[in-house]
């Protein structure tokens, strides 16, 4: 996994050592925006929680410990990616998207003030425009990281999702923060964006009922990260990502282990 990381991110742009012919790591800080999977991960209200279910953990009659779990999780939980045919027929399964789409070159959007104000904030064109008024124009093919800060709420489903319901009572109760339609469209349509990512529950806002936002990018094979960390410790511009879900045959989404490789200089 390590040495596929590795060729990946070369081939990514990376500063290259070009006389040892390998990453120059040491010039780089690695930022994990994954949360760890456990009792407390957070899931969508008519799904089924994570379970780690312990199969061995003992000495065996051979003189040698030996432990092996079995996890049970639903596609769309914790950190994780959706895959374009999530809400768009025909599209590509998770095994099906390229890994160019996966990694590459990012900028992060803070919208925290926004959110702070309103739970049910939808990011819009304006935030995008004021973003390039103060960093200069998103790159074409870039990943979109949209920092809301909900990520510090994370076990707590009360903070983060807005309720602690489950079932259809619980999706009617939700309210947090996402990408407006119309901005999303506007990424796609004006900047030939990779993948969006958001540190929230859904790229949709709460209280979306339609997941306009989901089918304005998986319908044009742009997929999405959804429940990041570690959001706030990003750059706004100057970072690469590397985001490598599990490769499931079929697959509408699953976990996503991302991180990002900021540069030191």
Not at 13 to 33: F, K, M, P, T
Request: charged share 20%; aromatic share 8%; net charge negative.
């Amino acid at each position: 996994m390590v040495i596929a990381a590795l060729y990946l991110f070369t081939s990514a742009g990376c500063a290259v050592d070009r006389q040892h012919s390998g990453v120059v790591w040491e010039q780089s800080r690695i930022i994990d925006l994954t949360h760890s999977f456990g009792s407390d991960t957070i899931v969508w209200p008519t799904e089924q929680d994570f379970k780690l279910i312990v199969q061995h953990a003992e000495d065996t009659p051979g003189g040698y410990y030996y432990s092996s779990n079995r996890v049970e999780m639903p596609e769309h939980g914790g950190t994780h990616i959706d895959a374009p045919i999530h809400f768009s027929r025909g599209k590509q399964t998770l095994d099906q998207i390229p890994i160019e789409r996966m990694v590459g070159t990012a900028i992060r959007i803070d919208v925290t003030e926004q959110c702070a104000r309103d739970r049910d904030y939808q990011i819009a064109v304006r935030d995008l425009e004021q973003w390039e008024t103060k960093h200069g124009r998103i790159p074409n093919h870039a990943i979109i990281l949209l920092n809301t800060s909900y990520a510090r709420f994370w076990p707590s489903r009360r903070d983060y999702l807005g309720t602690e319901l489950r079932g259809q009572e619980g999706v009617r109760a939700l309210h947090f923060p996402g990408l407006n339609p119309e901005a999303a469209a506007w990424l796609v349509r004006e900047r030939q964006v990779k993948a969006v990512g958001i540190d929230t529950a859904s790229i949709d806002y709460g209280q979306s009922t339609k997941f306009e936002t989901h089918v304005a990018l998986l319908s044009q094979n742009v997929p999405v990260f959804e429940n990041l960390a570690a959001l706030h410790q990003l750059p706004d511009r100057g970072f690469e990502v590397i985001a490598l879900p599990m490769k499931i045959a079929g697959g509408t989404g699953g976990p996503l282990r991302i991180i990002a490789v900021v540069s030191r200089s």
